[in-house]
């Protein structure tokens, strides 16, 4: 069975640039998270899709970071324009279902680095 | 509002000896609670999780966990430390009604000596 999938793995861009993070899920999982974790920090949530739609937004800075997931599968996470503290490690995760009881499956990441 | 404290951000151990990691909760609704490990540029692996029913949780690579509801701790513990058990270990928690949204602490970071 495949992982969660994300690219790129790292991306560098300069300040006021933007940015897209592309997250492919495992195959079948209905619920995806957008986590963003900072050096030294734990996880934390910005966005979670229960198939198409946005559950629960209330983390996501949204003057300048945007997400969808078209389709109920594949997500991209965009920031537009960067800024030097957007500089992170983004993680995607999955699972069959929102609750508690189902396990969320995490992403290798892309580590963003803002110049 | 749910929260997590892991008491030390960096345990260093001898190979064989006793891991303890240490995690405290604060939470206003039963919590769910789970021990994730992140190897260097990889994503967070579940290594067990406690939902209801017994306190001692066991997991994954020789790893278990108590809960402790009287002291709203959830410490990771392995008796014996492999040098590959190094990594960035997460405790975190999620309650009812959340979605399966995960607070996590800071992390402990555990290195093994040989």
């Known amino acids: 069975e495949a992982g969660v999938v994300q690219s790129p793995r790292y991306k560098i861009i300069e300040k006021k640039q933007p940015v897209a993070f592309w997250c492919n899920p495992i195959?079948?999982?209905?619920?995806l998270y957008w986590y963003l974790q900072n050096l030294g920090q734990g996880p934390e949530l910005l966005i979670r899709?229960?198939?198409?739609?946005?559950?629960?937004d209330s983390q996501l800075p949204k003057d300048r970071f945007s997400a969808e997931r078209l389709k109920g599968v594949d997500s991209t996470l965009k920031i537009q324009p960067a800024e030097l503290g957007d500089s992170a490690v983004y993680l995607c995760?999955?699972?069959?279902?929102?609750?508690?009881?189902?396990?969320?499956?995490f992403g290798p990441g892309t580590r963003l680095t803002v110049t | 509002a749910q929260s997590v404290t892991q008491l030390g951000s960096h345990v260093s151990v001898s190979e064989g000896a006793l891991v303890l990691l240490r995690c405290n909760y604060s939470s206003s609704v039963p919590p769910y609670l789970f021990w994730y490990v992140q190897y260097p540029n990889q994503g967070l692996q579940l290594l067990l999780k406690?939902?209801?029913?017994?306190?001692l949780v066991k997991g994954i690579n020789g790893f278990e966990a108590e809960f402790k509801k009287s002291e709203t701790s959830f410490h990771l513990t392995k008796p014996s430390a492999h040098m590959s058990d190094a990594a960035e270990y997460f405790c975190a928690v999620s309650g009812n009604n959340q979605g399966g949204k995960l607070i996590f602490g800071q992390g402990t970071e555990l290195s093994v000596k040989p």
């Open positions: 195959s079948g999982h209905n619920t």
């Open positions: 899709y229960e198939n198409e739609e946005a559950v629960d």
């Open positions: 995760a999955s699972s069959l279902q929102q609750g508690n009881g189902y396990e969320q499956y």
């Open positions: 406690y939902t209801t029913g017994a306190t």
